[in-house]
Every structure is written in structure tokens, then in C-alpha cells.
């Protein structure tokens, strides 16, 4: 077996679900007067503020309230030092949902008891599958799907009538798989400009630098975790077996913390944002 072959670690990247730029916040908001978040977005999403505090970018929240169409409620994440006080105006923004995935929006076209009805819609094609949920915007309730057909949804509780607006998600964020070369790696290192990211420099040239961006809610500095699960993984991938030219990176358990992610991450894992 030829033992120069590449190798590489597959990262799940969270899918960007909205981008936009913001308008004047009042308070720790994400606001935007060309918005639809209602029909977009979820509690928990991650929102990344990409221009301010430094050139690439770094504030990163969690929304804590879908409070109208214009405006998300936040709770900045992160170390102290990279966390902001909302989404100044002018500012570009991208939306990630770690937890749901959007599958449709639309307003229930009659009354039917013990269903959602939209003549509108076909379900099936858009993947509503049982078990999903569907909040009703205009009321405020979730209840569970428990029966699909082409116009029409079986749901838990009777909740929906004509003219209410709705929105249908699963569980399990839209992702896809990127991938990093392991090979000649010379050095794994936190960016100065941000705790979040992690630079990680090659051998082969002084200017060959891949970049892991990634949400985590502890509120120290640099973190050492992180960078030492990337080290862990370029060994790994290198000891691994040469017809397996991919290691799959683990994740990495973010420890719970009353203090400082009580509502959000406890037990679950860091998420990747971008890898360039």
C-alpha cells in the first residue's frame, strides 16, 4: 500500500441557515427590519456576529427569544473577552441552527380537527415525517406530527385553525462534511484575534494555515480543549489504517457549567462553524 497517500479529518460543519445585516439593536439583539425570523429560526440557534470586534470577525450568541420577525432575543457565548452586547447596525451576520432542521412555512388553509390543513403544500415532497414538530406561530404551541399525506397533518393536539401561520422542523441540524489534510501538520495554536478559532499551520509552507471556527459557551480565554482534540485527532488520522484515508473528528464534550451555559450546551458538544 502506497503509505504516502493523503489523509484527512472529516469535520461536521453546521449549515448556514440565514444570513443578513443587521440593523440598530436595542439591547443584546439581533435586529434586522428585512427579517422573517419567525419563519426561520429557532431558541438555541447560534448567531455569529462576522465583522465586529476584529477583521475576520468573532462575536458569537445564542438566541434565547424569537421575539418578532425583526427580532431575536441573544445571550452572548464564549470567553468574556470575545463576547459583544448585540449585533451593532450594518453588521453582517450568518444564523446556524445546532439542534433543528427547518423543513417548511406556511398558513393552515381550513379547520380541521385534530390536523394541520394547507392545500398549498405537499408534505410529502418537503419530508415531513411523523414525529417531527410543528409550532404554531400564530398561538405559540408545539405539539408532534403523528400522520402525513399530501395536504394534510396528523398532530398530537388540536391546535391549528385556517389563517394560523405554522413552522415544521426536525430534530438534527443541517450540516455537511468538510474535511482538513492531516499530513505534515507543524503546529496547532489558538488565533490571537479571537478564542474561538483554531489555527492550524503546515510544514510545507509558512503561509499554509487551515482555520477551524467553532461556538462553545465557556467563559474562559483560550481554549486548550479544543486545540488539544485537534491534536489528538491529526495523530489518529495518521495512525489509522491507509485504506482508510479519512478519521471522522469525535466531537468534543463541553463540560456543563452553572455559571456559564445552564441554558445552552450543557453535556453536548462544541459545533464547527467554518473551516477554511
Not at 394547507?118 to 404554531?136: E, T, W
Request: aromatic letters at 10%; a negative charge.
Amino acid at each position: 500500500m502506497n503509505q504516502t497517500m493523503e489523509k484527512f479529518i472529516n469535520f461536521k460543519q453546521l449549515d448556514v441557515v440565514l444570513t443578513g445585516t443587521a440593523t440598530t439593536p436595542t439591547g443584546v439583539t439581533l435586529t434586522d427590519t428585512a427579517a422573517t425570523f419567525t419563519q426561520h429560526v429557532l431558541v438555541n440557534a447560534i448567531v455569529w456576529d462576522r465583522t465586529t470586534g476584529s477583521a475576520t470577525g468573532g462575536e458569537k450568541y445564542i438566541v434565547t427569544a424569537v421575539t418578532s420577525d425583526t427580532v431575536l432575543g441573544l445571550q452572548a457565548i464564549g470567553p468574556v473577552a470575545d463576547q459583544g452586547t448585540g449585533v451593532p447596525d450594518g453588521v453582517g451576520y450568518f444564523i446556524y441552527m445546532p439542534e433543528y432542521t427547518k423543513l417548511q412555512y406556511g398558513t393552515a388553509s381550513a379547520t380541521s380537527a385534530g390536523y394541520l390543513v394547507d392545500s398549498a403544500v405537499n408534505f410529502i415532497l418537503v419530508g415531513v415525517k411523523p414525529g417531527d414538530y410543528v409550532k404554531d406561530l400564530t398561538g405559540g404551541s408545539v405539539t408532534r406530527i403523528t400522520s402525513v399525506s399530501k395536504t394534510q397533518l396528523g398532530v398530537s393536539e388540536d391546535i391549528f385553525v385556517s389563517g394560523d401561520e405554522y413552522l415544521i422542523y426536525k430534530e438534527g441540524a443541517e450540516s455537511h462534511d468538510k474535511m482538513i489534510r492531516s499530513a505534515n501538520v507543524a503546529d496547532v495554536s489558538n488565533s490571537a484575534s479571537t478564542s474561538s478559532i483554531i489555527n492550524i499551520t503546515y510544514d510545507v509552507a509558512g503561509t499554509d494555515v487551515g482555520r477551524v471556527d467553532y461556538a462553545y459557551s465557556s467563559t474562559t480565554g483560550a481554549n486548550s480543549d479544543m486545540r488539544g482534540a485537534i491534536q489528538d485527532a491529526i495523530v489518529s488520522s495518521l495512525e489509522t489504517e491507509w485504506t482508510d484515508v479519512t478519521y471522522d473528528f469525535p466531537g468534543l464534550p463541553n463540560a456543563y457549567n452553572s455559571g456559564s451555559n445552564s441554558t445552552w450546551l450543557g453535556g453536548k458538544e462544541y459545533f464547527i462553524l467554518r473551516l477554511t
